[in-house]
């Protein structure tokens, strides 16, 4: 097996494919010389390399693990060097770019399975990097009508091993879902705490610090990493933008509430909220 | 001690206040006799009743712990029977309009120090209070021009007492503040839920199941109760108008570097907000 990026999640991978023995042989393809280093020097690869022809020689299997927005090109640079009956699959948090443009670029005899495992943590990098990463969580796989059975099969039986809750969606299905439960929490967070951040009274220079437990839980999100979020709310724009003017459209309905008064639809504004939590936490109420 | 609301706020305080042996007897005013009746066997009051002139009868404190939105009424109805020396001090989430109305009203002799003590649970009601709800948090006082200097002293020593860290701002600045770090967070998140909250798919009927953490925590004050957040709104009604069309501008300065895939803008708007979190969490980053 190959790794194409030894950070937070191809690292995570690498250790629990190792603890399980999920896989033979662990390459590792980075940029930094000497992360790929330490990840040999860990166990964590067997070999570390930064030469995507050498990192993929002889792979049967290939885990693209780098940042959403270079994974195409990584594809783009190693696909002349893949041997026939290679599988291919990625941790994109956006799909339906990443198949588009790889699927037209896959060599004769390669295979692409589109997987989103939905893992992460608030660090990043090899020394963040756990065999449970994955452990429970749900990965999205995004088959499309080229996508050959039985290698979906061996792709969801590998993400199955690693941990994972595997579920089968479309990339555009997958792409508005996330835009939706994902990508917009994080945008109305990072909106939400530049809209406050910097507010002061004359006598209380950080307003912050009398905030109360409710602004540092729905902020928690807005710690989340810059240019992982600017390249998924670029790649997946189309979903990003329909689900800030959703979101734009129910506050305004709000605000409106408030301006007029309307405590009966604002109190059911409201209480369809809680309703809605409700569901999300499983109290069905 | 007169406690008027015999509810989460209410019942806790009294609970701290026999447990601390903080004042002597103490009366409660509700409207429901059999939860005054309950609160009384359970001891945490020593009389209850729901006449209001028999509730305040001869009382040196009188804590108003009704909602928002019926506080100065309660004040009006009770302020004839108030003995002159009497320090009437109250837990409302908004000030400027409570100071405002209920100013005018004070009796000859009877004083008033506005409070806010920043607590709360999930739960309401007498049944989840605790002695210890108020321990280490803030508690803001607004006085005015009027109030009174030892009176204001002897509110601070009360919430002091009961475990609270005093903090003194004027209610115009406690509306604002308080209208951005609680007021907007919570719209905000009973916006988010609601806009997503109904979205489905062809095959997915729920897509808020396939959501992470992330959602959970910034819908968590989504579960708030929906007649105090009308009656805050409502009553904070000008500072979150303002707080909301801040936040709008925000976020429409993030949809337009989205839309023209501006990612250097669109970076710096996501590492401000790492910064301000950074603020908010102690971190200094």
Not at 82 to 93: F, W
Not at 196 to 211: A, C, M, Y
């Amino acid at each position: 097996m190959t790794i194409i990026g030894v950070g937070l999640l191809g690292a995570s991978l690498a250790k629990v494919c190792k603890e399980r023995q999920i896989t033979g042989r662990i390459a590792g393809f980075g940029r930094n010389a000497d992360n790929l280093k330490r990840a040999e020097e860990q166990g964590v690869i067997d070999h570390g390399t930064t030469d995507l022809k050498d990192a993929v020689a002889g792979a049967d299997l290939v885990v693209l693990c780098s940042p959403v927005a270079s994974i195409v090109e990584r594809f783009r640079e190693m696909a002349p060097h893949l041997d026939a009956g290679c599988i291919v699959t990625d941790v994109g948090s956006v799909k339906a770019p990443l198949v588009q443009d790889i699927e037209p670029l896959l060599p004769e005899g390669v295979h692409y399975v589109p997987a989103h495992p939905i893992a992460g943590a608030e660090k990043s990098g090899l020394d963040a990097s756990t065999a449970d990463l994955y452990e429970g969580a749900r990965c999205i796989l995004t088959p499309t009508d080229n996508t050959d059975k039985a290698t979906l099969e061996r792709i969801q039986q590998f993400w199955e091993a690693v941990g994972m809750r595997v579920q089968i969606l479309t990339a555009e299905e997958h792409d508005f879902i996330y835009g939706a439960v994902s990508h917009l929490p994080h945008v109305v967070a990072f909106a939400l705490i530049n809209a406050i951040g910097q507010l002061k009274t004359s006598d209380q220079e950080d307003i912050l610090s009398l905030s109360a437990g409710g602004l540092r839980d729905i902020t928690r999100i807005a710690s989340s990493d810059p240019v992982m979020w600017r390249d998924i709310c670029l790649a997946n724009k189309t979903h990003v933008l329909d689900m800030i003017d959703r979101f734009s459209k129910s506050l305004e309905d709000i605000r409106k509430q408030i301006e007029q008064d309307d405590g009966a639809s604002l109190k059911e504004s409201f209480k369809n909220a809680n309703g809605h939590r409700g569901k999300l936490v499983g109290q069905n109420s």
